[in-house]
């Protein structure tokens, strides 16, 4: 086990301090070797809980070249209706997108 307090003269290094966590999942600590002109060392501790629910998460992914490819089939300049206009883009959107389960967070 690595020191956290240095010794001064005839003393030794000890390992002095302690933590105590409950109602916790996670708990960790790491020596920094921190002094800022003291005897005692910077520790950093890291508290925490498991998450409840699973971390997948679903995501939409677009593939633009191919909202390009259904886009540029049709194209309609001027364009004189704005809202079917947006509706088709919203339309192209939706046929270049995929839906996949995310577990890399």
Not at 10 to 23: E, F, Y
Not at 55 to 74: P, T
Request: aromatic letters at 8%; glycine letters at 6%.
């Amino acid at each position: 086990m690595l020191h956290t307090r240095i010794g001064q003269g005839v003393c030794r290094d000890t390992t002095s301090d302690l933590s105590m966590c409950v109602n916790t999942d996670v708990v960790s600590w790491e020596n920094t070797f921190e002094e800022l002109g003291r005897d005692y060392q910077i520790l950093n501790l890291v508290v925490g809980k498991k998450a409840e629910q699973s971390a997948n998460r679903k995501v939409r992914i677009v593939d633009w070249d191919r909202f390009r490819k259904n886009g540029d089939n049709e194209k309609e300049y001027p364009i004189k209706d704005n809202g079917s206009w947006c509706k088709k883009i919203l339309s192209d959107v939706q046929k270049a997108t995929k839906e996949i389960e995310w577990t890399d967070w």
